[in-house]
Nanobody, 125 residues
Framework: QVQLVESGGGLVQAGGSLRLSCAAS????????MGWFRQAPGKEREFVAA????????YYGHSVKGRFTISRDNAKNTVYLQMNSLKPEDTAVYYC??????????????????WGQGTQVTVSS
């Protein structure tokens, strides 16, 4: 069983930055693909970013590519999402997720077997 706890959300003005963190339990964190997803009210959950166990491979959703950066510190069992140049349309609940089976980062929410509780990010215009 893996527990994921997100932090770092909040209210920021458009153009600003936030860094989300996701702390994971478990001794095999470095084998998990880690991903970030988000869900805005009335919308489906959207893929944001994912990274392989080593951090050597990363993937980004089209709407955040070039503005967001996913990274991980396996010594701290933590994955990060650095969000720059934030826009009001980035407003959503952001979820951290772990995929304990695959080795290649996945953009499909259904392939992730562990989820955090989510952290709210609100970007004002």
């Amino acid at each position: 069983q893996v527990q994921l706890v997100e932090s770092g959300g909040g209210l920021v003005q458009a153009g600003g930055s936030l860094r989300l963190s996701c702390a994971a339990s478990g001794r095999t964190f470095n084998t998990y693909v880690m991903g970030w997803f988000r869900q805005a009210p009335g919308k489906e959950r959207e893929f944001v970013a994912a990274t392989s166990g080593s951090g050597g491979s990363t993937y980004y959703g089209h709407s955040v590519k070039g503005r967001f950066t996913i990274s991980r510190d396996n010594a701290k069992n933590t994955v990060y999402l650095q969000m720059n140049s934030l826009k009001p349309e980035d407003t959503a609940v952001y979820y951290c997720a772990a995929n304990s089976v695959q080795r290649i980062p996945s953009v499909v929410a259904g392939t992730y077997d562990y989820w955090g509780q989510g952290t709210q990010v609100t970007v004002s215009s």
